[in-house]
C-alpha cells in the first residue's frame, strides 16, 4: 500500500504571498491532519478534517485553513506568509482519526516551507 | 491548557548503552503514542498505550504508561546505531487533539 505523500516537498514563498500544499492519504484512510513542525516550537497540531469536515483545530490564526475532498485528499493554504511560518509542514492520516483511542497515524515526508 | 513535557532533551550514549525518555503531562491522557524521527525524516509511530499501567516491549524497546497515565517513558536496551533520532510522544487527553512533546534526541556514538 502505497505511503502518505505530499506535495510539493520543498517551496520558496516571500512574505505576503500565500500558499496551498497538498497531501494524499493512504488509500482507505478518512482522516488527514496537519501539523507544523519547528525547531522552536516543536510539532504542533493545525487541523484534522474526516469526511470533508473540519473535526479539530489547533490554535493557530485564520490564515492557516484547509480542506478535504470526497477521495480523502486534503490541502492547506497558509495566506500573507510571515517569516515565522517557515516550518515543516506535515500531513498524518490515519483510517478514522477519532477516539479515544486515536488510530495509528502515518506520516507523510512533508512540505519544507521558507518564507523569505 | 494541556502540556506534554519531554526530558531529556539531548542524550548522548556510547553503543551498548540503554537510554531513556520520559514525558509528563499536566493533565490525566486517554492514551499516549511514540515517534521516532530520524534526522531528515518524518515521525514513525512505534506504539500505543491506552490502559494505566500499561508496559509494552518490542525488542530492545520497552514502553510504559503510568497508573495516574499522565506520565509515560520509552527505554531501549543496548543501544544500536540505528536507534539514532528524536523520539517523540503524544498524548491526547479529553479534546481528542494530541499534545507532543518537544522530543528527545537520541545520539549514538559507536
Known amino acids: 500500500k502505497a505511503g502518505v505523500t505530499q506535495t510539493p516537498r520543498y517551496l520558496i514563498k516571500t512574505r505576503g504571498q500565500q500558499v496551498t500544499l497538498s497531501c494524499s492519504p493512504i488509500s482507505g484512510h478518512r482522516s488527514v491532519s496537519w501539523y507544523q513542525q519547528t525547531p522552536g516550537q516543536g510539532l504542533q497540531f493545525l487541523f484534522e478534517y474526516f469526511s470533508e469536515t473540519q473535526r479539530n483545530k489547533g490554535n493557530f490564526p485564520g490564515r492557516f485553513s484547509g480542506r478535504q475532498f470526497s477521495n480523502s485528499r486534503s490541502e492547506m493554504n497558509v495566506s500573507t506568509l510571515e517569516l515565522g511560518d517557515s516550518a515543516l509542514y506535515l500531513c498524518?492520516?490515519?483510517?478514522?482519526?477519532?477516539?479515544?483511542?486515536?488510530?495509528?497515524?502515518?506520516f507523510g515526508p512533508g512540505t519544507r516551507l521558507t518564507v523569505l | 491548557g494541556q502540556q506534554v513535557m519531554q526530558i531529556p532533551q539531548y542524550q548522548h550514549v556510547q553503543e551498548g548503552e540503554d537510554f531513556t525518555t520520559y514525558c509528563n503531562s499536566s493533565t490525566t491522557l486517554s492514551n499516549i503514542q511514540w515517534y521516532k524521527q530520524r534526522p531528515g525524516g518524518h515521525p514513525v509511530f512505534l506504539i500505543q498505550?491506552?490502559?494505566?499501567?500499561e508496559v509494552k516491549k518490542q525488542k530492545r524497546l520497552t514502553f510504559q504508561f503510568g497508573e495516574a497515565k499522565k506520565n509515560s517513558s520509552l527505554h531501549i536496551t543496548a543501544t544500536q546505531t540505528t536507534d539514532v533520532g528524536t523520539y517523540f510522544c503524544a498524548g491526547t487527553g479529553g479534546s481528542y487533539i494530541p499534545t507532543f512533546g518537544r522530543g528527545t534526541s537520541l545520539i549514538v556514538h559507536p
Open positions: 498505550l491506552v490502559k494505566s499501567g
Open positions: 498524518a492520516s490515519s483510517l478514522d482519526g477519532g477516539g479515544p483511542p486515536r488510530d495509528t497515524q502515518y
